[in-house]
């Protein structure tokens, strides 16, 4: 590829991602109200996409591999543990990322 | 003039700490992301290029094999659009919150990115804090740390004094943690099992390179069949009490057709794959 043609591929990723942040906004625009259920879904979708993030985040987890996955779901438990103890959310993120890089460097290594 | 002004710091220093998990992620992850593109032969400007321009972690991570590969154009948008669909939800979700932001707005949905999607859209602005200058700020902090990480990795190549293997687990458990704040505001849990389920179920079928679309396509179909149990108005799950509290008619009896079935197009295969942030 040539330098033009990676700023062209560049200049068609902008617009790709940029069709999917600016479309909602463009077709219902707040001069009208949105169909109702749309405002539903606006309304109830939060938790489901951030338990789909959850999914897409640990999506390459592999059960099979030497560790079987026990690093991640040690992770996860002590995040959410950590978390509904305390309610603290930069305390729950610390405790389970370095739970994490405690278990891969040294645990499972 | 001088009143705008500190309105604003006040406004910086309201967002500052909610930003920080992002802080700790994004300088990892794009450190990585510039590391990475960096070890494949391009410039030190060419992460800084695309932290800037497309503001997309996952795609930027696709973008530097799509950059090596031969000029795909047509491939190249599908892959854009695959990897960002999820996106389409976060505007939908945002039409409300992002609604008088006036001249912030297109910045607003520019830098609408999961993370600052995931502060924005659940966060409880603090009492004599201005909501608009607040949220401007979290897109643009994020967006910063993103770019400043990119570069660094450009610049530095591979030279990192020392060990971050695992360090890009704060993303997923600062998702972890917004995920449970969601389960436990709403007593139903529909939303949240329904987004566990399906991203599951499409997960295991369709793997983990294309997968995020099919999910997408059940959460929406999951979400219309059970309207009725999210009945009333103002009973959101997270909601942020912007819900138009007047009619209290019941859904379902508006003509709208619910098109349940999966209106998403799943495509298989067709992505390139997920990003490899870990080394």
Redesign the interface.
Known sequence: ??VR??L???A??????????????AV?S?GK????????????????????????????VDLMSDSHGL?ELI??LV??GV??WRRQ??L??VA??AC??I???FVFA | MSERRGQALTALKAAFPHTLPILTGFLVLGTAHGVLMSAAGFAWWWPLLTSVVIFGGSLEFVATSLLQAPFAPLQSLLTGLLVQARHLFYGIAMLERYKDMGRKKPYMIFSLCDETFSINCTVDVPEGVDRELFMFFVGLLDQSYWVVGSLLGGLLGDFIPFDTTGMDFAMTAMFIVIALEQWLKDDRHFSALSGLLCSLAALMIFGQDSFLIPAMALILAALLLGRGIYGGEGNAPGGDGSAPGGDGSAPGGEGNAPGGDGSAPVMEGSASGGEEARS
């Open positions: 590829m040539t043609e990676q062209i591929t560049v068609i990723l902008v617009a790709a991602t940029m069709l999917t942040r600016f479309l909602p906004f219902f707040s109200p949105a169909p109702r259920i749309v405002m539903y879904l606006g309304r109830v979708l939060p938790p489901a996409i951030f338990s789909m993030l959850v999914v897409y985040c640990l999506r390459s690093p992770a996860v995040t959410a978390h509904l959310t930069l729950s993120i389970g990322t994490y890089m278990l891969l460097q």
